[in-house]
Each structure stands twice: as C-alpha cells, then as structure tokens.
Nanobody, 129 residues
C-alpha cells in the first residue's frame, strides 16, 4: 500500500475542498479501513472521517459531521474527502491512512489519533482564511 494525497491548498472561509488519496500499489483485500486525519500546529492529530470497505460503512468525527463526506472510487482505488462550510479551525495538514487488519468495529471508533493505522500518506496542507 502506498498512499498519495492531493487537493490541499488555500481556501476561503465558507468554501469547500476535495482531497484525494490514491493507492499507488494494488492489493486485494475483502475489507480494510481507510481514514482521513488532520493535525493542526500544536494540536494532536484527530480523526476526520473513515470508511470500512467491506460494508461501505462511513464514520465521521464530531468536528466535521454534517460538513464532510468520505467516499471511495474502487476502480481508481482512490478515497476522497469532501468538506464544505470550512472555517479557519479546519486549517491543518490532512493525512490519509489505511490498515488492512482493522475491522469494522475498530474502524468506527473515531476517537484516537490513528496510531493503529499502518499505512500513511505524506499529508497535504489545507489553509482556511
């Protein structure tokens, strides 16, 4: 698994963004957990959204619930994060992560910094002003 994020940049408050996370190495697993995390300067990394591929289940952090949608294009092996109504509090480096051993129950546990995820992208900066 090799994850590559894209789509970050500067956004005006109230605007929206779409981040992409492409897996550049093919693998075949029946179920895995992929997530978006973010870390702002001086703050702990927090979970933004996750999906469990086996069931298509989606999970969201409290800070973005109702403003974010995580989705996956299976053919492109790419996961997306769409967010709207952005505020300066959304400014952070956004990371995508994946783990092939996390089942649906653990995938749904949005608390925590994702340290149990094995694979990480390099991160993409989002600045909202």
């Amino acid at each position: 698994v090799q994850l590559v994020e894209s789509g970050g940049g500067s956004v005006q408050a109230g605007g929206s963004l779409r981040l992409s996370c492409a897996n550049s190495r093919q693998y075949t697993y029946s179920g895995f957990c992929m997530g978006w995390f973010r870390q702002a300067p001086g703050k702990e990394r927090e979970g933004v959204a996750r999906l469990y591929s086996g069931t298509g289940s989606l999970f969201y952090g409290a800070s973005v619930k109702g403003r974010a949608i995580i989705s996956r294009n299976e053919a492109k092996d790419t996961v997306y994060l769409n967010m709207n109504k952005l505020t300066p509090e959304d400014t952070a480096t956004y990371f995508c992560a994946a783990d092939l051993s996390i089942g649906r129950r653990r995938c749904s546990e949005m608390q925590g910094d994702g340290s149990d995820f094995r694979y990480w992208g390099q991160g993409t900066q989002v600045t909202v002003s």
